[in-house]
Protein backbone atom coordinates (compact mmCIF):
# COMPACT_ATOMS: atom_id res chain seq x y z
CA UNK A 1 0.00 0.00 0.00
CA UNK A 2 2.66 2.37 1.12
CA UNK A 3 4.59 1.48 -2.67
CA UNK A 4 1.54 2.33 -4.07
CA UNK A 5 0.85 5.52 -2.70
CA UNK A 6 4.59 6.46 -3.20
CA UNK A 7 4.45 5.68 -6.97
CA UNK A 8 1.51 7.80 -6.96
CA UNK A 9 2.84 10.48 -5.36
CA UNK A 10 6.00 10.31 -7.93
CA UNK A 11 3.56 10.80 -10.83
CA UNK A 12 1.78 13.63 -9.28
CA UNK A 13 4.94 15.75 -8.80
CA UNK A 14 5.97 14.40 -12.37
CA UNK A 15 3.30 15.59 -14.02
CA UNK A 16 3.19 18.92 -12.23
CA UNK A 17 7.06 19.38 -13.45
CA UNK A 18 5.89 18.92 -16.96
CA UNK A 19 3.39 21.22 -16.52
CA UNK A 20 5.16 23.62 -15.09
CA UNK A 21 7.61 23.60 -17.76
CA UNK A 22 5.74 23.30 -20.39
CA UNK A 23 3.58 26.77 -19.10
CA UNK A 24 6.84 28.46 -18.67
CA UNK A 25 7.69 27.82 -22.22
CA UNK A 26 4.12 28.91 -23.26
CA UNK A 27 4.52 32.15 -21.35
CA UNK A 28 8.75 33.10 -22.35
CA UNK A 29 6.90 34.81 -25.49
CA UNK A 30 4.41 36.32 -23.68
CA UNK A 31 6.72 37.82 -21.52
CA UNK A 32 9.33 38.46 -24.48
CA UNK A 33 6.36 40.43 -26.33
CA UNK A 34 5.57 42.71 -23.49
CA UNK A 35 9.22 43.22 -22.75
CA UNK A 36 10.06 44.64 -26.24
CA UNK A 37 7.33 46.64 -26.20
CA UNK A 38 8.44 48.73 -23.38
CA UNK A 39 11.95 48.60 -24.94
CA UNK A 40 14.09 51.74 -25.08
CA UNK A 41 16.73 50.42 -27.54
CA UNK A 42 16.05 50.25 -31.25
CA UNK A 43 16.52 47.40 -33.43
CA UNK A 44 14.14 44.03 -34.37
CA UNK A 45 16.61 42.10 -32.98
CA UNK A 46 19.05 42.17 -30.25
CA UNK A 47 21.23 39.36 -28.42
CA UNK A 48 19.62 40.04 -25.30
CA UNK A 49 16.16 39.13 -23.37
CA UNK A 50 15.55 42.12 -20.52
CA UNK A 51 15.69 45.27 -21.84
CA UNK A 52 18.97 47.70 -20.98
CA UNK A 53 16.20 50.81 -20.72
CA UNK A 54 12.49 51.45 -20.35
CA UNK A 55 10.11 53.95 -21.89
CA UNK A 56 6.38 54.38 -22.87
CA UNK A 57 7.54 56.55 -26.13
CA UNK A 58 6.53 52.63 -27.78
CA UNK A 59 2.88 53.23 -27.25
CA UNK A 60 2.67 56.60 -27.77
CA UNK A 61 4.56 56.58 -31.17
CA UNK A 62 1.98 54.18 -32.06
CA UNK A 63 -1.17 56.12 -31.61
CA UNK A 64 0.95 59.21 -33.03
CA UNK A 65 2.22 57.90 -35.83
CA UNK A 66 -0.29 59.64 -38.75
CA UNK A 67 1.40 57.13 -41.73
CA UNK A 68 0.69 53.96 -39.61
CA UNK A 69 -2.82 54.92 -37.45
CA UNK A 70 -3.17 52.26 -35.42
CA UNK A 71 -6.38 53.93 -33.23
CA UNK A 72 -8.36 53.91 -36.63
CA UNK A 73 -7.38 50.61 -37.20
CA UNK A 74 -8.31 49.56 -33.73
CA UNK A 75 -11.63 51.24 -33.93
CA UNK A 76 -12.38 49.30 -37.22
CA UNK A 77 -11.09 45.87 -35.74
CA UNK A 78 -13.90 46.55 -32.45
CA UNK A 79 -16.87 47.61 -34.63
CA UNK A 80 -16.05 44.96 -37.21
CA UNK A 81 -15.72 42.44 -34.41
CA UNK A 82 -18.61 43.17 -32.28
CA UNK A 83 -21.00 43.70 -34.60
CA UNK A 84 -19.75 40.12 -36.41
CA UNK A 85 -19.90 38.63 -33.24
CA UNK A 86 -23.32 39.15 -31.86
CA UNK A 87 -24.91 39.02 -35.13
CA UNK A 88 -22.81 35.34 -35.28
CA UNK A 89 -23.97 34.76 -32.13
CA UNK A 90 -27.72 34.67 -32.58
CA UNK A 91 -27.51 32.66 -36.00
CA UNK A 92 -25.37 30.09 -34.48
CA UNK A 93 -27.73 29.52 -31.60
CA UNK A 94 -30.58 29.86 -33.69
CA UNK A 95 -29.58 27.23 -36.40
CA UNK A 96 -28.43 25.14 -33.63
CA UNK A 97 -31.41 25.21 -31.64
CA UNK A 98 -33.64 24.26 -35.11
CA UNK A 99 -32.04 21.50 -36.07
CA UNK A 100 -31.80 20.18 -32.96
CA UNK A 101 -35.48 20.34 -31.71
CA UNK A 102 -37.91 20.75 -34.92
CA UNK A 103 -38.57 18.43 -37.37
CA UNK A 104 -39.05 18.74 -41.06
CA UNK A 105 -38.05 16.70 -44.24
CA UNK A 106 -35.14 18.05 -45.52
CA UNK A 107 -33.00 18.01 -42.12
CA UNK A 108 -30.94 14.97 -42.57
CA UNK A 109 -29.85 16.05 -46.31
CA UNK A 110 -29.20 19.86 -45.13
CA UNK A 111 -26.90 18.17 -42.38
CA UNK A 112 -25.28 16.08 -44.65
CA UNK A 113 -24.17 19.01 -46.98
CA UNK A 114 -23.10 21.63 -43.97
CA UNK A 115 -20.99 18.66 -42.65
CA UNK A 116 -19.37 18.23 -45.92
CA UNK A 117 -19.42 22.33 -46.57
CA UNK A 118 -16.88 22.55 -43.09
CA UNK A 119 -14.33 20.26 -44.59
CA UNK A 120 -13.66 22.80 -46.95
CA UNK A 121 -11.83 26.15 -45.41
CA UNK A 122 -13.32 29.18 -46.11
CA UNK A 123 -10.13 31.08 -47.89
CA UNK A 124 -10.91 28.45 -50.59
CA UNK A 125 -13.38 30.88 -51.73
CA UNK A 126 -12.26 34.34 -50.90
CA UNK A 127 -11.56 35.33 -54.34
CA UNK A 128 -15.46 34.44 -55.79
CA UNK A 129 -16.27 36.29 -52.43
CA UNK A 130 -14.04 39.40 -53.78
CA UNK A 131 -15.89 39.59 -57.20
CA UNK A 132 -19.17 39.50 -55.89
CA UNK A 133 -18.43 42.07 -53.47
CA UNK A 134 -16.48 44.10 -56.06
CA UNK A 135 -19.90 43.44 -58.31
CA UNK A 136 -21.69 45.17 -55.80
CA UNK A 137 -19.25 47.86 -55.10
CA UNK A 138 -18.97 47.10 -51.20
CA UNK A 139 -14.94 46.31 -51.70
CA UNK A 140 -12.90 48.01 -49.09
CA UNK A 141 -15.26 48.78 -47.17
CA UNK A 142 -16.30 47.33 -43.24
CA UNK A 143 -19.54 46.78 -44.32
CA UNK A 144 -17.72 44.08 -46.51
CA UNK A 145 -15.98 42.52 -43.53
CA UNK A 146 -18.89 42.19 -41.55
CA UNK A 147 -20.92 40.65 -44.15
CA UNK A 148 -18.24 38.03 -45.12
CA UNK A 149 -18.00 37.33 -41.20
CA UNK A 150 -21.75 36.70 -40.85
CA UNK A 151 -22.43 34.98 -43.70
CA UNK A 152 -20.66 31.99 -43.18
CA UNK A 153 -21.29 31.79 -39.50
CA UNK A 154 -24.68 29.89 -39.74
CA UNK A 155 -22.74 26.57 -41.00
CA UNK A 156 -21.00 26.16 -38.26
CA UNK A 157 -23.36 24.98 -35.66
CA UNK A 158 -22.19 21.54 -35.37
CA UNK A 159 -20.78 21.86 -31.75
CA UNK A 160 -23.59 23.79 -30.46
CA UNK A 161 -26.32 21.35 -31.82
CA UNK A 162 -24.48 18.47 -29.90
CA UNK A 163 -24.88 20.81 -27.00
CA UNK A 164 -28.62 21.35 -27.55
CA UNK A 165 -28.76 17.43 -27.99
CA UNK A 166 -28.05 16.75 -24.31
CA UNK A 167 -30.59 18.95 -22.77
CA UNK A 168 -33.42 16.79 -21.93
CA UNK A 169 -36.58 17.27 -24.74
CA UNK A 170 -38.78 16.13 -21.47
CA UNK A 171 -38.35 19.86 -20.45
CA UNK A 172 -39.52 20.70 -24.03
CA UNK A 173 -42.67 18.57 -23.71
CA UNK A 174 -43.44 19.86 -20.23
CA UNK A 175 -43.33 23.45 -21.65
CA UNK A 176 -45.88 23.02 -24.48
CA UNK A 177 -48.01 20.81 -21.71
CA UNK A 178 -47.94 24.55 -20.20
CA UNK A 179 -48.90 26.13 -23.33
CA UNK A 180 -45.65 27.99 -24.15
CA UNK A 181 -44.05 28.12 -27.46
CA UNK A 182 -41.29 27.34 -29.58
CA UNK A 183 -39.84 30.82 -28.13
CA UNK A 184 -40.58 30.65 -24.67
CA UNK A 185 -38.87 27.45 -24.58
CA UNK A 186 -35.85 28.68 -26.54
CA UNK A 187 -35.39 32.22 -24.51
CA UNK A 188 -36.78 30.67 -20.73
CA UNK A 189 -35.95 27.13 -21.03
CA UNK A 190 -32.83 26.33 -23.53
CA UNK A 191 -30.95 29.58 -23.22
CA UNK A 192 -30.55 29.55 -19.47
CA UNK A 193 -29.22 26.21 -19.74
CA UNK A 194 -26.85 26.53 -22.16
CA UNK A 195 -24.23 29.19 -20.47
CA UNK A 196 -21.33 27.58 -21.89
CA UNK A 197 -22.07 27.02 -25.08
CA UNK A 198 -23.01 30.56 -25.56
CA UNK A 199 -20.30 31.96 -23.83
CA UNK A 200 -18.41 29.84 -26.42
CA UNK A 201 -19.99 30.70 -29.18
CA UNK A 202 -19.54 34.65 -27.96
CA UNK A 203 -15.55 34.17 -27.74
CA UNK A 204 -14.74 32.56 -31.12
CA UNK A 205 -17.32 34.75 -32.88
CA UNK A 206 -15.20 37.64 -31.78
CA UNK A 207 -12.10 36.03 -31.97
CA UNK A 208 -12.41 34.97 -35.65
CA UNK A 209 -12.88 38.98 -36.72
CA UNK A 210 -10.50 40.15 -34.33
CA UNK A 211 -7.55 37.76 -35.76
CA UNK A 212 -8.46 37.48 -39.46
CA UNK A 213 -6.13 38.31 -41.85
CA UNK A 214 -6.21 36.57 -45.11
CA UNK A 215 -10.07 37.73 -45.75
CA UNK A 216 -9.36 40.94 -44.70
CA UNK A 217 -6.49 41.73 -47.00
CA UNK A 218 -8.29 40.83 -49.73
CA UNK A 219 -10.97 43.09 -49.15
CA UNK A 220 -9.05 45.96 -47.99
CA UNK A 221 -6.68 46.14 -50.63
CA UNK A 222 -4.84 49.33 -50.41
CA UNK A 223 -7.14 51.38 -48.58
CA UNK A 224 -5.33 52.11 -44.96
CA UNK A 225 -8.03 54.08 -43.18
CA UNK A 226 -10.13 51.07 -43.28
CA UNK A 227 -7.63 48.84 -42.20
CA UNK A 228 -7.99 46.06 -39.30
CA UNK A 229 -5.07 45.62 -36.30
CA UNK A 230 -4.01 42.73 -38.20
CA UNK A 231 -2.92 44.39 -41.58
CA UNK A 232 -2.18 47.52 -40.12
CA UNK A 233 0.48 45.24 -38.04
CA UNK A 234 1.71 43.53 -40.59
CA UNK A 235 1.91 46.54 -42.77
CA UNK A 236 4.17 48.29 -40.04
CA UNK A 237 7.29 45.58 -40.93
CA UNK A 238 8.97 46.73 -44.14
CA UNK A 239 12.43 46.34 -44.99
CA UNK A 240 12.59 50.54 -43.83
CA UNK A 241 10.76 50.77 -40.72
CA UNK A 242 11.23 47.02 -39.41
CA UNK A 243 14.15 48.62 -36.80
CA UNK A 244 12.41 51.94 -36.02
CA UNK A 245 8.95 50.45 -35.40
CA UNK A 246 9.12 47.07 -34.10
CA UNK A 247 9.25 48.35 -30.18
CA UNK A 248 5.64 50.33 -31.60
CA UNK A 249 4.71 46.60 -33.33
CA UNK A 250 5.25 44.85 -30.12
CA UNK A 251 3.40 47.72 -28.29
CA UNK A 252 0.49 46.71 -31.00
CA UNK A 253 0.65 43.35 -30.26
CA UNK A 254 0.30 43.33 -26.75
CA UNK A 255 -2.92 45.78 -26.90
CA UNK A 256 -5.01 44.19 -29.47
CA UNK A 257 -4.68 41.20 -27.00
CA UNK A 258 -6.35 43.21 -24.01
CA UNK A 259 -9.74 42.88 -25.73
CA UNK A 260 -9.74 39.38 -25.79
CA UNK A 261 -8.31 39.15 -22.58
CA UNK A 262 -11.13 40.95 -20.47
CA UNK A 263 -14.09 39.05 -22.69
CA UNK A 264 -12.74 35.94 -21.40
CA UNK A 265 -12.33 36.78 -17.81
CA UNK A 266 -15.84 38.38 -17.90
CA UNK A 267 -17.32 35.44 -20.12
CA UNK A 268 -15.20 32.62 -17.72
CA UNK A 269 -18.05 33.58 -14.59
CA UNK A 270 -20.83 32.88 -16.57
CA UNK A 271 -19.29 29.96 -17.95
CA UNK A 272 -18.01 28.16 -14.91
CA UNK A 273 -21.55 29.00 -13.43
CA UNK A 274 -23.40 27.68 -16.26
CA UNK A 275 -21.89 24.46 -16.20
CA UNK A 276 -21.80 24.27 -12.20
CA UNK A 277 -26.01 24.99 -12.16
CA UNK A 278 -26.36 23.00 -15.85
CA UNK A 279 -24.94 19.81 -13.96
CA UNK A 280 -26.69 20.07 -10.35
CA UNK A 281 -30.03 20.44 -12.50
CA UNK A 282 -29.09 17.60 -15.16
Request: hydrophobic share 55%; no cysteine.
Amino acid sequence: MKSLKGVKKRNTILLYIILSVMAFVWVIPIVWIILTSFRAEGGAFVNYFWPKHYTLHNYVQLFTNSQYPFGRWFLNTLFVSVISGVVSTLFVLSMAYSLSRLKFKLKGPFLKVALVLNMFPGFMAMFAIYYILKAADLTQSLLALILVYISGAGLGFYIQKGFFDTIPYSLDESAMLDGATKWEIFTKITLPLSKPIIVFTALTAFIGPWMDFIFAQVIMGDNVQNYTVAIGLYSMMTKETANSLFMSFAAGSVIIAVPITILFIVLQRFYVSGVTSGSVKG
